[in-house]
């Protein structure tokens, strides 16, 4: 049985950059957000989140990501009821994934929201991605352009950096690149 290494972290942390450094190393990694925004792209999905959220997110009939983010991460039931919808399609679109890489030890299943979303209770090990606050307000103000009470808002939303770290196997500090790459590496000599 393939072996499920949840991959989490806050926003702005770099779990796309540790996830990318196990790609290298030819690990399969499930990107969870990646697979949200594909599955949110599906006219099921769209009209399921039209119905909650109506048809002001829409701009010719498209789905604006920017004007739905700013509902869910200043109400939190609104978040839930947004996650209601997504997650069991993210988590049906997984099951498929795992199926076709049943012949790997494990693989990394990487998601902003593990413990939030209870997709820690599939997985074998967890890792979680830190770095400094300053550092992730940089990253995510210069990747989304927006404002730091924006990125605040959103991280919010999100478990602390103490909270994830205490129900983790591994903890990969992320701020210079060699040593997260000498940890990655670290890491998957241990599983």
């Known amino acids: 049985m393939t072996a499920i290494i949840g991959l989490t972290g806050g926003i702005g942390s770099g779990k796309t950059t540790v996830a990318n450094f ?7 990694v499930y ?37 739905l983010a700013a509902i869910v991460f200043a109400d939190p039931e609104k978040l839930q009821q947004l996650n209601a919808i997504v997650h069991p399609a993210v988590a049906n679109h997984f099951k498929l994934w795992l199926s076709n890489h049943q012949h790997f030890p494990f693989i990394i299943y990487e998601s902003a929201i ?6 820690n209770e599939k997985c074998n090990k967890i890792i979680t991605v830190t770095a400094p606050l300053s550092v992730k307000l940089q990253r995510v103000m210069a990747r989304d352009t927006t404002t730091e009470e924006q990125v605040l808002l959103r ?29 990655v590496v ?6």
């Open 22 to 28: 196990f790609k290298e190393l030819g690990v399969p």
């Open 31 to 67: 990107i969870a957000d990646d697979a949200g925004k594909e599955v949110m792209e599906s006219q099921t999905i769209l009209s399921q989140i039209k119905a909650v959220f109506g048809e002001a997110i829409f701009e010719l009939g498209v789905l604006n990501r920017q004007k």
């Open 114 to 119: 593990l413990f939030e979303s209870k997709g």
């Open 155 to 183: 991280m919010k939303s999100q478990w602390s950096d103490d909270q994830r770290i205490a129900k983790s196997d591994f903890v990969i500090e992320n701020t210079d690149l060699e040593m997260t790459k000498s940890q």
């Open 186 to 191: 670290k890491i998957l000599k241990i599983l």
